[in-house]
């Protein structure tokens, strides 16, 4: 079962979002908070897997609770879900720590996957948001992708060959079957890797992978 809090100062929102997230049998709307720092309470309280965090509310931003919701010493799971497509607030959620970044208005069916895409270690965008995020380190500065090539050649071989597949977006389960192993091997090597990188999850890897020119 996967347990789930929504963070939104709509009302009509999150009981949509709960409404959603109740009808599939596997996952559990175990919290709601209307605000940032509500949000890190609950998580406090709660056991929290995945948490569905709006960006605009009032006494602590989406960015902000993303930043102590990574910090807590079970973090969950975070998917920014908002109503604006905003370029900022793309870069700025996913260098906070989010999994996930999908718009108010994507379809319900896709926002179920991808609370059991970002529950199971994998990640979620918006293809706006995708496309925004290629296009600019497609045209990374100079400075930039040095500085990722010296931390990727801290990799093995083998540890680079994964890194790749992940920055084109491939799940654990997809990158197993290309590399020929078995996938707890490939969640052993993910976790290397964030370490290595000295990143908090695998969107932030496959950003530092396109900056070095080593996604495929």
């Not at 009981?15 to 559990?28: P, Q, R, V």
């Not at 970044?101 to 059991?116: G, M, S, W, Y």
């Amino acid at each position: 079962m996967i347990r789930a809090m929504i963070v939104d100062d709509d009302a009509l929102v999150r009981l949509g979002l709960t409404d959603l997230l109740d009808g599939d049998d596997t996952i559990s709307v175990v919290a709601q908070a209307t605000d940032g720092l509500h949000a890190i309470e609950q998580a406090t309280a709660h056991r929290i897997d995945v948490a569905l965090v709006d960006v605009r509310m009032p006494r602590m931003d989406g960015i902000t609770a993303i930043k102590g919701l990574r910090a807590l010493p079970h973090p969950p799971k975070v998917i920014t879900l908002t109503t604006f497509d905003l370029d900022e607030y793309v870069y700025d959620a996913l260098a906070a720590g989010a999994d996930g970044f999908l718009l108010k208005d994507t379809d319900p069916a896709e926002i179920l996957r991808a609370v059991h895409l970002v529950a199971a270690g994998s990640a979620m965008l918006h293809p706006a948001a995708a496309r925004r995020l290629i296009d600019r380190y497609h045209h990374t500065s100079r400075p930039r992708a040095v500085q990722a090539r010296a931390r990727i050649d801290d990799l093995t071989p083998r540890e680079r060959d994964v890194l790749a597949l992940l920055a084109q977006g491939d799940t654990n389960a997809e990158v197993a079957r290309a590399l020929g192993m078995q996938e707890s091997t490939v969640k052993s090597h993910v976790s290397r890797i964030l370490t290595a990188l000295g990143v908090t999850n695998r969107v932030q890897a496959a950003l530092l992978a396109r900056d070095a020119g080593l996604a495929r």
